[in-house]
């Protein structure tokens, strides 16, 4: 009995070790099929076999896939860029023509001067040799392009829209006729005036030599409203057609003088008059204008700051209606900051570009060019402006130079010079742009010195007067002599105290002080 329990114990282990032996192979058999080393190895032999040169698209495909930059392939002698574009060819429908090539290869930017400069290799001394060489042909590039006139002029341009505004005590009505041309703001030059109806008469020979924008501000307080009316009519119908295409008016008048009647700027500019009658302002009496009658003074310096704020250009030259430019003047100096290579432009004051001015006698023609002009000045048939009348205020610095210096093709910076010492006076006519202080608005142009305080502002601010070598400025016909006026002496010397007294202290807040500036 002893004997059969034993014998039946020897099987039951014999079968726990057969089916301990089964367990372990079946557990062994289970894992050698899902997991181990040699899966890696079968899925890079897959790898290593799409990607032979039998097959290199796949390759490609594969680095696209995952974002890793392309490989080159060592054993076929075909760049990876070639492969590329052949396996685009391969696929697109498109001609090999339209196929874009290869992107080239990234580039730094460089945040100082927001400029791209190529990758430097880091494999090798001649890697950076040749890529160094390559980024200093790039920046000799760049240096020598030149820049275009929008490039060059860094402006936004401005609405020629209508409106009717309050300006202190004054009713603007702006852009009240517009010009038919909307140039953009870098194209051109505006030249901004003012004036009232009976000056009309200086547009025609005006645009004949500046053919370019002109920004007029019309003073036409009450009565002298209408008559206004008519000789923009008239001077639109029946003057230059360059009036149409390139004048825009401005009106203002006191809020205390308003008209009786405001007809719409687009009716006015639809409207033709009868160009067999005289013009309005041939026949027109400036003793009995309503102005005069009224006793009313001339806020000349209003006029000055609606005609130049409205400008539709970046470059303004801010100028008095009966002073003629020299021909082709917006054009070549528009070139001349085009072109930026002259070492006065790059100096980091702000600047101003002034006009030489002067007066030719009344049988005299405005000389068409500096030759002209200069060989007028030998003769005595013209004189620097105003010699006869204030010589200081208008003496421009190196003037002697600048008449005896021969004329040259195009538009230079022949000086550079300043609003001190013997030019404390100095009222120079320039273009600028609306980033330079305003005129007064409480100065007259029966009080004189309207233009004085705003000189002295730009030497405080330290401007650059850039005084131009070919361009000038010539008053129409007849050389002006002085006259006694007692009415005026009594309004200068009421000025002088309001400049001396308010706008001066005023003006050393706002701007500060500099030495050897003054009014």
Not at 71 to 83: I, V
Request: with cysteine.
């Amino acid at each position: 009995m002893f004997t059969g329990v034993i014998c039946r114990r020897n099987w039951a282990l014999r079968l726990s070790i057969v089916l301990n032996v089964c367990v372990l192979l079946y557990v062994c058999a289970h894992f050698g099929a899902v997991s181990g080393p040699w899966v890696e190895d079968t899925y890079n032999a897959a790898a290593a076999a799409a990607a032979s040169p039998s097959n290199p698209a796949s390759s490609v495909q594969q680095d696209m896939l995952y974002g890793a930059a392309p490989r080159p392939n060592s054993t076929s002698g075909t760049s990876t860029e070639q492969q590329q574009g052949k396996l685009v060819q391969e696929k697109s429908p498109l001609p090999a023509s339209a196929v874009p090539p290869a992107a080239p290869a990234a580039a730094a930017v460089d945040f100082k001067t927001n400029e791209s400069k190529p990758e430097i290799a880091v494999n090798g001394e001649q890697d950076k040799k040749i890529n160094l060489t390559q980024q200093q042909q790039i920046t000799q590039q760049n240096a020598k392009r030149e820049l275009t006139l929008q490039e060059a002029i860094s402006c936004n341009d401005k609405s020629s829209e209508p409106k009717t505004a309050q300006r202190g005590d004054f009713w603007v009505l702006y852009n009240y006729v517009t010009m038919s041309d909307k140039p953009h703001c870098w194209e051109s030059v505006t030249y901004t005036t003012h004036a009232d109806y009976t000056f009309l008469d200086n547009l025609n020979p005006l645009l004949e030599r500046w053919r370019a924008p002109i920004s007029i501000a019309l003073h036409a307080p009450g009565g002298d409203f209408p008559p206004t009316i008519e000789a923009i009519k008239y001077a639109r119908t029946c003057g230059s057609p360059l009036v149409a295409k390139l004048v825009t008016f401005h009106v203002y008048f006191s809020s205390k003088h308003v008209p009786k009647m405001i007809p719409s700027g687009e009716k006015i500019a639809a409207e033709k008059v009868n160009c067999s009658k005289p013009a309005p302002w041939v026949n027109a009496s400036v003793s009995h204008m309503y102005k005069s009658d009224h006793k009313l003074l001339y806020p000349v310096n209003v006029g000055r700051n609606v005609a130049r704020e409205s400008a539709p250009t970046h470059y303004v030259l801010a100028s008095d209606i009966e002073l003629y430019p020299s021909p082709d003047l917006p054009a070549k100096f528009l070139e001349m900051i085009r072109r930026n290579d002259q070492a006065p432009l790059h100096k980091p004051n702000p600047k101003v570009f002034v006009l030489s001015i002067f007066e030719v006698d009344e049988k005299s023609l405005p000389p068409a060019n500096k030759t002209a002009l200069m060989q007028m000045l030998k003769a005595g048939t013209a004189i620097p402006f105003h010699k006869k009348l204030c010589s200081g205020c208008h003496n421009v610095p190196r003037s002697k130079e600048w008449q005896e210096a021969a004329e040259t093709s195009g538009l230079h910076v022949f000086h550079v010079g300043k609003r001190v010492g013997s030019f404390i006076h100095w009222e120079p006519i320039y273009i600028g742009t609306n980033n330079d202080p305003l005129y007064d608005e409480r100065l007259s142009w029966e009080g004189k010195s309207d233009k004085m305080t705003q000189g002295y502002a730009l030497c405080v601010l330290d401007y650059d007067f850039m005084i131009l070598d070919n361009a000038f400025l010539v008053h129409r016909p007849g050389i002006k002599v002085f006259k006694k006026d007692n009415y005026r002496d009594t309004l200068t010397a009421k000025t002088n105290i309001l400049i001396k007294k308010i706008i001066i202290p005023e003006l050393k807040i706002l701007y500060g002080t500099r030495k050897g500036c003054a009014v």
